[in-house]
């Protein structure tokens, strides 16, 4: 019973879709049916017989390849609109067998991964692009292969319920050439502080790998900076263009910003961001959910 | 070894590469029939190839040496009554397609054609063979292009995709045989073309027995026939299969005689004795059938006579089979009829015998009687059976054997006793055909070779009929004989003719299930399936098994190699463990593992072995049974 299970459940899972070598199996029985009943030739049926069983076991093992994989995420890079970015997606092949020739693609990317031993995991990277800032969920994963025979495509749908936020799209005049810029701003890196939770985003030099490796959760490192003393007021209200301009240009500065440590706080109209009291992302976060 | 070891570890070659591998393999069974002029250009072209000699001056030369190849082959058959032959177009299509090959191949282009090629060549070369190693190299070929095809997909080791392929093959196996069993088959005959080199002619005997430097025998292994018998099998002293039967004494030969105006004699066959068996006979040229002494019926397409013995309505030129029914016991009744030359004998030769036979024929005692003086005469004469005998004075070719040379073989022995009993008065001939052995039988299968070749006499017995006499048997020693004479058969079963009759068998099995099975076996087997029980129950149960053994064979060729013995010895606990509920984490360690797993099973004792197995220099096998049976308990 529990066999039949799985067997159902592989047949609802993997999809199989023909492909032209297909035709070529189709053409090959037909032709060797015809050679077959003209003489009785049974080396013939034999080979009909063959190539048929083969290809339905191709189908099965096929399924098998792909239907223990599983796949979540891990990170992402910062997504700002209609920019490329990158995310991470670990693939965890889940049965004592070896999966092989393994694609893993979204709308706009694919990566390959030619084998995947037994319990073995591995990190692929996607670049995807949103077109809107906002919160969105990570797009369809299309897993297919086409082992072990090439006359059928293998496939699944992997739906993966977490979220990226897409930030809004940097544009808009630098920092640097406006008057807000006072060349003697500076801060920096000083003593480590702690650690904390991994935000969407971050740079990957802050993540804390003892962690990961202990609690299989991603933590950041923190640090306490020195010498900040100047601090950016940005206004949107004040600012020229309409919202979505506006927003860019926020996003860039508050980029910027962080690149170069300088502190800022920003009026939203409703709240006012302080980069002191709260991290980049969940700044840049506010600012795509404006 | 180590070679073998270097090869399965070789990775994936470039895909054109494969498709090279895949023509020869396609290519190598169209040589054996190329005619010389094609077989020159493929090796020109091959040499050409290897040396990467292919500018457009080789690309020139190719291609008018490959024409010229192609109408030197065909030469002889340009006429229009080829023209209606399929194998000439078949023929002409393999060989075209294969100079299409070498002209792509110099040209450098990997098209679609190409690619098709290897399974255009296949489909071809099924017109020529039909035999057992077609077969197999059928099979071996499609494994090739399949694991060819799986390894353009899979970045690994050679190694890896043979795993991978017999996985596929394994699963097939069922499905394959069950198509074989119930495909529905029509009885189309098979075509008279074809490849018939695998089949030469093999004859026994001739229809004609010599005496003189003729009758020297070279005797062979090569098969004859090949019986399987259905309900019961025949003793050792029974397996007498008719050939031909002679008469006439021509001095130096026995020849055959006209009985075509005889009818055969009626016979009463004990119901016990009937023995049912089928025969695979191959091609001899000939037109007997050969049918276990004494046949009930006539096979098909073929004709008994008086002596019965079944001719066929043409020569045997091809592999037949059929079916017959002997028996064993049997009695001639009503009037029988014997023709005069069965008492012909010349009194003017063989003095000496006739002397000795005048003695016999004055008795006063029947002639089955006689007859046994004759063989009790033959024992006194201290006879020696040998396959070299030396030669004997023709005209006198009964004294000369009985009284000077003294040595011979089956033929000598079965003319001078046919002529004795003719000198008594007893009509007599000669039967010629084979005497088969059981030490040449497996389970109810028989082979009959050409070295099984014998003669036998039979003897017009009153009131009897003709009855088969082994004189033969009358050989006081044997100096050579390679023959299966009734009790002087030499037991030569080494360990090779046992394995090489083993392996006959499986030959017969497939060409009898495999190769010959027709609409008529089907029809046979699935009407045997629906109307008995036991017999569908078995069949059920043979393809479950297949199929169970299938997935068995599956699993075990997925299982990974142990390389880690100590992991590969918890192995076991870690798979208990997990059924308990406690998975192993990817990045747990063994210790870790097992210090969590503590609270199920007392683990430190293992974790202990499993450490000291793991990093000691050694393996030191106590230890490791020391490991297998802590898990034990624990399991």
Redesign the interface.
């Known amino acids: 019973m529990r066999y039949l299970k799985i067997f159902i459940q592989i047949s609802n899972t993997i999809i199989t879709k023909p492909t032209k070598f297909f035709i070529?199996v189709v053409i090959?029985l037909f032709?060797?049916f015809f050679?077959a009943?003209?003489?009785?030739?049974?080396?013939?049926?034999?080979?009909m017989?063959?190539?048929?069983?083969?290809s339905?076991?191709?189908s099965?093992?096929g399924r098998l390849n792909l239907f223990y994989l599983k796949f979540s995420f891990v990170s992402s890079d910062r997504f700002f609109a209609n920019k490329i970015s990158t995310y991470r997606i670990l693939v965890e092949n889940s049965k004592?067998?070896?999966s092989?020739?393994i694609t893993c693609a979204n709308d706009t990317d694919s990566k390959s991964i030619?084998?995947l031993n037994?319990?073995q995991?591995e990190i692929i990277s996607l670049e995807y692009k949103y077109p809107k800032r906002g919160e969105y969920k990570i797009p369809k994963l299309k897993i297919s292969s086409?082992?072990?025979?090439?006359h059928e495509l293998f496939y699944k749908y992997e739906k993966l319920d977490n979220m990226i936020m897409v930030f809004a799209n940097p544009i808009g005049k630098s920092i640097f050439s406006t008057k807000l810029y006072n060349q003697n701003i500076r801060g920096e890196y000083d003593d480590f502080d702690g650690i904390r939770r991994f935000k969407d985003g971050e740079n990957l030099s802050l993540i804390h790998w003892a962690s990961y490796?202990k609690n299989?959760q991603l933590m950041s490192k923190e640090f306490i900076f020195k010498e900040q003393e100047h601090i950016f007021k940005f206004d949107i209200k004040s600012m020229n263009g309409d919202y979505e301009s506006r927003l860019s240009q926020l996003t860039l500065w508050v980029l910027e910003c962080e690149k170069a440590k300088f502190d800022f706080t920003i009026d939203l109209g409703y709240e006012i961001l302080d980069s002191k009291k709260g991290d980049i992302y969940e700044i840049l976060t506010k600012i795509a959910k404006y | 070894m180590r070679y073998l070891q270097k090869l399965l570890n070789i990775n994936r070659p470039h895909k054109d590469r494969l498709l090279d591998f895949a023509l020869i393999l396609a290519i190598l069974p169209h040589i054996f029939l190329f005619k010389s002029p094609m077989i020159i250009f493929l090796i020109i072209s091959a040499i050409l190839l290897v040396k990467n000699k292919t500018t457009d001056k080789y690309q020139y030369f190719i291609t008018t040496f490959g024409l010229f190849a192609i109408i030197l082959s065909f030469f002889d058959n340009y006429n229009f009554e080829n023209l209606s032959k399929m194998i000439f177009f078949v023929s002409l299509v393999s060989n075209l397609l294969v100079y299409a090959v070498v002209l792509q191949k110099f040209k450098g282009e990997y098209n679609a054609y190409i690619k098709?090629s290897p399974?255009l060549l296949?489909?071809l070369i099924?017109?020529y063979?039909?035999s057992i190693t077609?077969?197999i190299y059928?099979?071996f070929v499609?494994f090739s292009f399949?694991l060819m095809?799986?390894w353009?997909?899979?970045?690994?080791n050679l190694s890896?995709v043979i795993k991978?392929?017999t996985?596929?093959?394994v699963?097939?196996?069922p499905?394959?045989v069950i198509?074989?069993i119930i495909?529905p088959?029509?009885?189309?005959?098979?075509?008279d073309f074809g490849f018939k080199g695998d089949y030469i002619a093999t004859t026994g005997h001739d229809g004609t027995m010599y005496l003189g430097s003729e009758a020297l025998l070279v005797p062979s292994e090569k098969v004859v026939m090949e019986v399987e018998f259905t309900n019961k099998i025949p003793q050792n002293n029974q397996l007498y299969f008719r050939g031909s039967v002679l008469y006439k004494d021509s001095i130096s030969q026995w020849q055959q005689i006209d009985t075509k105006n005889l009818k055969i004699s009626k016979r009463k066959f004990e119901k016990d004795s009937l023995i049912d068996y089928k025969v695979l006979l191959y091609p001899s040229y000939q037109r007997w059938i050969y049918l276990l002494d004494l046949p009930t019926i006539t096979p098909l397409k073929s004709k008994m006579n008086y002596d019965l013995i079944a001719l066929s309505t043409k020569p045997i030129d091809e592999i037949i089979r059929y079916k017959a029914i002997s028996a064993l016991n049997y009695k001639y009744i009503g009037k029988l009829k014997y023709p005069s030359e069965a008492l012909e004998v010349d009194r003017d030769r063989n003095p000496r015998t006739i002397k000795i036979m005048d003695k016999i024929k004055n008795l006063n005692i029947t002639d089955k009687q006689k007859a046994q003086k004759i063989l009790e005469f033959f024992q006194t004469q201290k006879l020696s059976y040998s396959l070299k005998p030396k030669p004997i004075d023709l005209n006198n070719s009964t004294d000369s054997f009985l009284f000077d040379s003294k040595v011979g073989y089956c033929v000598h022995f079965a003319s001078s006793f046919a002529i004795s009993s003719r000198l008594v008065g007893i009509p007599s001939r000669i039967v010629t055909g084979f005497k088969a052995s059981k030490s040449n039988m497996v389970e109810n299968y028989l082979i009959v070779r050409e070295l099984d070749a014998h003669a036998w006499v039979e003897l017009f017995l009153d009131d009897i009929g003709w009855q088969r006499f082994e004189p033969t048997n009358t050989a006081y020693q044997i100096l050579s004989t390679v023959d299966n004479i009734g009790d002087l058969n030499i037991d030569s079963n080494s360990i090779f003719k046992t394995i090489n009759l083993n392996f006959m068998y499986i030959k017969y099995l497939i060409n009898n299930w495999?190769?010959?099975?027709?609409?008529s076996k089907q029809k046979a087997l699935l009407k045997e399936i629906l109307e008995n029980g036991i017999f569908m129950a078995k069949i059920l149960i043979a393809i479950a098994l297949l199929i169970l053994s299938s997935i068995a064979l599956y699993i075990l060729l997925?299982?990974?190699k142990c390389t880690d013995i100590a992991l590969c010895t918890i192995a076991p606990l870690i798979k208990k463990l997990k059924k308990k509920g406690l998975v192993r984490k990817?990045?747990e360690s063994i210790e870790e593992f097992l210090k969590r797993s503590n609270n199920i099973i007392k683990t430190k004792k293992i974790s202990n072995l499993y450490h000291t197995i793991k990093y000691s220099q050694k393996i030191d096998k106590r230890m490791i049974k020391k490991l297998e049976d802590e898990v034990k308990i624990k399991k």
Do not use: C, G
């Not at chain 2, 495999?514 to 609409?519: A, D, F, Q």
């Open positions: 070529f090959s032709v060797l050679q009943y003209m003489h009785n030739f049974n080396i013939v049926f034999i080979i017989f063959s190539i048929f069983a083969v339905t076991a191709s099965w093992i004592d067998a070896i092989y020739s030619p084998i037994d319990y995991r086409l082992f072990p025979l090439p490796a299989q | 098709m399974a296949m489909l099924f017109f063979y039909s077609m077969l059928a099979i499609l399949v095809t799986v353009a997909n899979m970045d690994t890896a991978v392929t996985r596929l093959f699963l097939a196996l499905i394959v198509l074989f495909f088959r029509i009885s189309f005959q098979k075509t495999i190769l010959e099975y027709n609409r997925q299982r990974k990817p990045y």
